[in-house]
């Protein structure tokens, strides 16, 4: 008789890639595969002269300006859909239009789920943004690429804090303003 405890827990199945993310891999996987070829004969090449020279060609020891790095680092780590959609929250009043962008403001966007949360400061506007909200994923998608945003996740205003205790005195700051 065995217990469960002596039992290996079991992982949880992970989901395999498909569609946009699987072409992404791939391109990734070979990019990466034709930079390995490129970068073995160029070292053939270098042993044949006789080494690493300096000179006035670029080669993989240069300094890279700070948007050719910042662009590298977010195709190497697969960062290009929540970049993309940080972009978006950046230019929040073009997408939707001033209007709307006064009264209603992105939040966060959950890329497993691929769903946008957008505030809005009033209720009538939340209604307004959830009858907007499947031209306004037409037109995310369009900009970002198909399929980055299924959804768009409308909340409306958040109310007052809580105040505890049924008195308070005006500019009180709790229990503990009253001790020394």
Do not use: F
Request: proline residues 10%.
């Amino acid at each position: 008789m065995t217990d469960r405890m002596d039992q290996p827990a079991r992982p949880s199945p992970v989901p395999e890639p498909s569609g946009v993310d699987l072409a992404r891999v791939a391109l990734r996987a070979a990019k990466e595969q034709a930079r390995a070829r490129g970068a073995a004969a160029q070292q053939k090449k270098q042993a044949r002269r006789g080494g690493l020279r300096s000179g006035a060609r670029a080669d993989g020891r240069d300094p890279l300006p700070l948007g050719a790095a910042i662009n590298r680092l977010i195709t190497e780590r697969g960062w290009e859909a929540p970049a993309a959609v940080g972009g978006v929250m950046g230019r929040w009043p073009q997408m939707v239009g001033p209007e709307v962008a006064q009264h209603c403001q992105p939040q966060r966007y959950d890329e497993d789920a691929r769903v946008l949360t957008v505030r809005c400061d009033s209720t009538a506007w939340a209604t307004q943004l959830r009858l907007l909200a499947p031209q306004l994923v037409a037109r995310l998608n369009a900009d970002l690429g198909h399929g980055t945003v299924k959804m768009i996740k409308v909340l409306g205003p958040s109310g007052p804090a809580p105040r505890y205790g049924p008195l308070r005195s005006p500019g009180s700051t709790g229990p503990g303003d009253t001790y020394g």
